[in-house]
């Protein structure tokens, strides 16, 4: 077995295939409006496209405020998707072709679903001098200015394209629902707006878990589990509680991870504007994968 602590995806810029290796994409236009779910844990941004076998559901999730996105695509027009796990993605016309990984499954009547972590533009700002909430407003708000057009292709295989149109109010709701959200956790959210340290592992989160923390009975069933968590973190770099945002079935998964992220996360806290240590939170993702 192997494990993927954090966020759950890798990206590597690839060549496009030639235009002449795929056969001719479909572009499925929009069916619904853009609707935006407030949830106790996380925020969904989802829109509809296409009717009858094109029928295609298309949602991103953000779990706090960030740069980047879980994203569900799910639809009959998605039937080439394989268990290779890999295709390439690209926000358009802004943003480059990006290889992601992908779980498949299903969502209800819609299959095959493909979903994956995905960080629209890589090219903008890194992620690694980010400290506020702020930080990721202005960040997102740039990488999805021109965004307009989600292509996803695999090699040899027809490209599915989906008409998003005008992005930047449906992310701007999207960046309001986050920042409501983090308001219910019990932090300083003024002072994350100012932070000059965000809460740091001591040590490799990757270490936190491992193949032998498998819950048996799904190891046994030949089930795989994908848990979205957040850890509470005092002023001390203590984690005080573990909370569950979302996670598959059985629920042997998100107490598998609480119970290790519990035991073995420790942390530099985070530092406020004058450089003191305050209370915040580390948010992060642990995926259960059985091996091929």
């Not at 030639?18 to 779910?37: C, D, G």
């Not at 001591?202 to 878990?209: A, F, L, R």
């Not at 032998?212 to 009975?217: Q, V």
């Not at 795989?224 to 569950?244: E, K, P, S, Y």
Request: net charge neutral.
């Amino acid at each position: 077995m192997r494990y993927i602590i954090g966020i759950v995806a890798a990206f590597a810029c690839t060549a496009t295939a030639p235009a002449h290796a795929a056969p001719a994409p479909v572009v499925l236009e929009p069916s619904s409006p853009w609707n935006i779910r407030y949830d106790e844990d996380s925020c969904r941004l989802a829109r509809m496209f296409g009717e009858g076998k094109t029928e295609t559901a298309f949602f991103v999730e953000r779990y706090e405020p960030s740069t980047s996105l879980f994203m569900v695509v799910a639809g009959q027009p998605l039937k080439w998707a394989s268990r290779s796990e890999k295709m390439d993605i690209a926000f358009s016309p802004a943003g480059p072709t990006k290889e992601i990984t992908y779980t498949l499954g299903n969502l209800g009547k819609l299959e095959p679903a493909i979903m994956s972590s995905v960080h629209p533009d890589q090219n903008v700002n890194g992620e690694s001098a980010v400290r506020t909430f702020t930080d990721y407003d202005t960040i997102d708000e740039k990488q999805f200015s021109d965004v307009d057009t989600l292509t996803l292709n695999m090699l040899g295989k027809r490209d599915l394209v989906l008409k998003l149109g005008d992005m930047s109010a449906p992310m701007a709701s999207l960046r309001k629902c986050t920042r409501e959200l983090v308001t219910h956790w019990g932090i300083d959210v003024e002072k994350h707006d100012h932070l000059t340290r965000r809460v740091s592992p001591t040590s490799s989160p990757g270490k936190w878990i491992d193949s032998a923390d498998y819950p048996a009975m799904a190891r046994f069933a030949g089930k795989q589990g994908l848990v979205q968590f957040r850890l509470n973190v005092d002023a001390q770099g203590r984690a005080t509680a573990c909370h569950i945002q979302k996670a598959t079935k059985p629920d042997e998964f998100a107490d598998t991870v609480c119970r290790a992220m519990m035991k073995n996360a420790h942390f530099e806290p985070a530092l406020d504007a004058n450089g003191q240590p305050i209370a915040s939170y580390f948010r992060s993702a642990v995926r259960f994968k059985m091996p091929r």
